[in-house]
């Protein structure tokens, strides 16, 4: 049962584009120092832990290894920076396998309650009560491309240059890495004259709703899609409440579960 739930939760496919990204574990010559562990069963467990949205501490000795020790490692790999150079490695094989769709880029944000910590606020739609703001840039079938944290009190249009400038530069089936959709689609929160000059000075073209002239519905013909794309993200429990006290660990949930719904994408694309 447990090597059944290890392959299922990391399979051999995205283990093999995972392990080469892992900070290198070095002895130290006079001894002591972090002792090397098996890192697949820690990655498995903080796949298990961003699933299941179990509490660290209640971990299954079944992974074989402690809670503690699969915390420490989660941290340091938050700090090396891994899960954004682990999304990227997935969307480049998305994209050599031609599983990206570049006609459009979708923008929107959900709130969550949060118990505690960094980049959080009251929640204007939840009676103040503090909470996050997870921000999501797709492609135009709903693939996380850029994903981002805030508190929930700020307006989602100031996350809108972020998330666009936070599309990586993706490679392609042949010829240079892309990076830029043919369109940026938005509902009315992201409408500003700002946007729009910002928008044409980097040559996209802009599908954003204008407050009090258009409608929501010629956006609801794509707009589900991104809406979708943020249900999948809350199909991974350690995100529909967040406890992290650190926003750079909510962030790194994030940014692994965005991860995972690409590869889900990627396992079904024939070699």
């Not at 892992?22 to 001894?31: A, D, E, I, M, N």
């Not at 990206?100 to 103040?128: C, M, Q, Y």
């Not at 709903?142 to 700020?154: D, I, K, Q, R």
């Not at 962030?251 to 995972?260: K, N, S």
Request: glycine letters at 8%.
């Amino acid at each position: 049962m447990k090597v059944s739930l290890s392959r299922r939760l990391v399979p051999d496919e995205l283990w093999e584009l995972t392990a080469p990204l892992l900070p290198r574990f070095k002895s130290r010559p006079q001894g002591g120092g972090t002792a090397p562990v098996d890192e697949r069963a820690v990655f498995t467990a903080v796949v298990y832990v961003l699933t299941s949205g179990c509490a660290w501490r209640y971990l299954p000795e079944s992974f074989g290894v402690s809670s503690a020790t699969a915390h420490r490692r989660f941290t340091v790999w938050t700090e090396a920076g891994l899960w954004r150079r682990l999304h990227r490695a997935v969307l480049d094989k998305l994209g050599v396998r031609g599983g990206l769709d570049w006609s459009s880029a979708i923008v929107d944000a959900a709130s969550v309650r949060a118990k505690r910590g960094e980049l959080t606020g009251p929640n204007p739609v939840d009676r103040g009560k503090k909470g996050s703001k997870l921000h999501v840039l797709s492609e135009a079938q709903g693939l996380p491309l850029a994903v981002a944290v805030s508190g929930a009190n700020m307006h989602d249009s100031q996350a809108f240059k972020p998330l666009v400038l936070g599309i990586p530069a993706v490679r392609s089936r042949r010829g240079p890495r892309r990076w830029k959709p043919a369109k940026i689609r938005a509902d009315k929160a992201y409408y500003s004259a700002e946007h729009l000059r910002w928008l044409r000075s980097r040559n996209l073209v802009a599908r954003i709703a204008r407050p009090g002239i258009e409608s929501g519905e010629r956006l609801g013909r794509h707009r589900w899609k991104i809406e979708r794309s943020i249900s999948w993200l809350f199909g991974y429990r350690r995100l529909t409440v967040r406890y992290e006290r650190k926003g750079s660990h909510f962030l790194a949930f994030l940014g692994l579960a965005a991860t995972l719904i690409c590869y889900k994408k990627l396992a079904k694309i024939p070699l």
